[in-house]
T-cell receptor, first 108, second 117 residues
Framework: DAKTTQPTSMDCAEGRAANLPCNHS???????VYWYRQIHSQGPQYIIH???NNETNEMASLIITEDRKSSTLILPHATLRDTAVYYC?????????FGKGTMLLVSP | GAVVSQHPSWVICKSGTSVKIECRSL??????MFWYRQFPKQSLMLMAT?????????EQGVEKDKFLINHASLTLSTLTVTSAHPEDSSFYIC?????????????FGPGTRLTVL
């Protein structure tokens, strides 16, 4: 699986959009970009995934650059409950390899 | 939809005993389930992949005789930690893949915290 690079931590004010970047410059043509998040002491929660087109669901939007070397997860209106570690994972196979992720802290 | 449960949510056991953890997909069938382990302040590490009706595939460094995995049905996989020792204390998390394609989404259970005294 291609390696991903994410900032260690980010801060966001409640009600504002949270934009979490991810670099995956070695991504292959058949690899998807997945985003999960893990709230403290819980199992990871699936957020969204995509191959090359931008995707949106009830939780977030995923913007993938045209060259697919980077992506951004957007939480449009962050709440305190969005405080978590966010993992960007690139995979074209069965297994998911978790990196260290980005610790997003949403403050009042 | 896509709910995965684990039981128990936490367990404390004495050194040398065995502990079984169950992972169930509640509203979908999962041909493939995965088991992860997470130590404090670390990321998830894949331990093994299990396919219904066949033997599990273990990651390098994971002892298959110590971590017994059974995937007897399309909705249930179990992980048994045999002869547990304090160093096995960890957060064990399962996931289930919804669909048969390798790129189908994995959904995770809430995790089981194991403490071995």
């Amino acid at each position: 699986d291609a390696k991903t690079t994410q900032p260690t931590s980010m801060d966001c004010a409640e009600g504002r959009a949270a934009n979490l970047p991810c670099n995956h410059s070695t991504i292959s043509g058949n690899e998807y970009v997945y985003w999960y998040r893990q709230i403290h002491s819980q199992g990871p929660q699936y957020i969204i995934h995509g191959l090359k087109n931008n995707e949106t669901n009830e939780m977030a939007s995923l913007i993938i650059t045209e060259d697919r070397k980077s992506s951004t997860l957007i939480l449009p209106h962050a709440t305190l409950r969005d405080t978590a570690v966010y993992y960007c994972i690139v995979s074209g196979y069965s297994t998911l390899t978790f990196g260290k992720g980005t610790m997003l802290l949403v403050s009042p | 939809g896509a709910v995965v449960s684990q039981h128990p949510s936490w367990v404390i056991c004495k050194s040398g005993t065995s502990v079984k953890i169950e992972c169930r997909s509640l509203d979908f069938q999962a041909t493939t389930m995965f088991w992860y382990r997470q130590f404090p302040k670390q990321s998830l590490m894949l331990m093994a992949t299990s396919n219904e009706g066949s033997k599990a595939t273990y990651e390098q460094g994971v002892e298959k005789d110590k971590f017994l995995i059974n995937h007897a049905s399309l909705t249930l996989s179990t992980l048994t930690v045999t002869s547990a020792h304090p160093e096995d204390s960890s957060f064990y998390i399962c996931s289930a893949r919804r669909g048969t394609s390798p790129t189908d989404t994995q959904y995770f259970g809430p995790g089981t915290r194991l403490t071995v005294l």
